[in-house]
């Protein structure tokens, strides 16, 4: 079957663009969650989705960042106003089910990068 | 608060040989799980191998073995005879804080396996 797509693969933008990511999970996986890879580091979590509710948004960095599942399967991540800093590779992850132990599935990630 | 600590920054091992690379954690949970993912060049993370923390027997899945010391808060990978498609970035992960669902990933570990 089909895993996490995302696309696109990769986007180059201008500082204080707009930009919209995608992520289409594994059918059938209710938790979403997006992370965001800086060169040299390990994933850093910015948002999780049980459904189409945010259920943890803790990790999004600023009010620049938002994300949205309205309809429980395909969600955009969207940045307003883009900065350097936010040159990195943005990665979306599925699971089955929502909780600690389910396996978290990833697609290959959208490298931004902000000119 | 959470750490996960990958002290190797890059390792090598010749081809059909044995590496191990270590991770350490912090968590102030009890019940938990700890997981490897490998990242190759085509940046898509795949899961390895997890551990569940109240199980003392170690997690093994063909050639990927761990050594798990939950008093040390230690959770090495062992690789048994490297291939060279094991070529990759290797992070450790636990889950991030009590209740949260999502990953909190190591620094990682470049691995080259040498032909």
């Known amino acids: 079957g089909a895993g996490v797509s995302q696309t696109p693969s990769n986007k180059v933008t201008e500082k204080g663009k707009y930009v919209e990511l995608r992520c289409d999970p594994i059918?059938?996986?209710?938790?979403l969650y997006w992370y965001r890879q800086s060169l040299g580091q390990g994933p850093e979590f910015l948002i999780y989705f049980q459904g189409t509710g945010a259920a943890d948004d803790s990790g999004l960095p600023n009010d620049r960042f938002f994300a949205v599942r309205p309809e429980g399967s395909v969600s955009t991540l969207k940045i307003q106003r883009t900065e350097r800093g936010d040159s990195a590779v943005y990665l979306c992850?599925?699971?089955?089910?929502?909780?600690?132990?389910?396996?978290?599935?990833f697609g290959p990630g959208t490298r931004l990068t902000v000119l | 608060a959470q750490t996960v600590t990958q002290s190797q920054p890059e390792m090598s091992v010749q081809e059909a040989e044995t590496v191990t690379l270590s991770c350490t954690y912090d968590t102030s949970e009890n019940n938990y799980y700890l997981f490897w993912y490998k990242q190759p060049p085509s940046r898509q993370m795949i899961l390895v191998i997890r551990?569940?923390?109240?199980?003392?027997q170690n997690a093994t899945e063909n050639r990927f073995s761990v050594n798990f010391q939950k008093a040390a808060k230690s959770f090495s990978l062992k690789i048994s005879d490297s291939q060279l498609g094991d070529t990759a970035m290797y992070f450790c992960?636990?889950?991030?804080?009590?209740?949260?669902?999502?990953?909190?990933f190591g620094t990682g570990t470049r691995l080259t396996v040498i032909p």
């Open positions: 551990q569940e923390a109240y199980k003392q």
């Open positions: 992850a599925s699971s089955l089910i929502s909780g600690r132990v389910s396996e978290q599935f």
């Open positions: 992960a636990c889950p991030a804080q009590t209740g949260a669902n999502n990953l909190f």
């Open positions: 059918s059938g996986h209710t938790a």
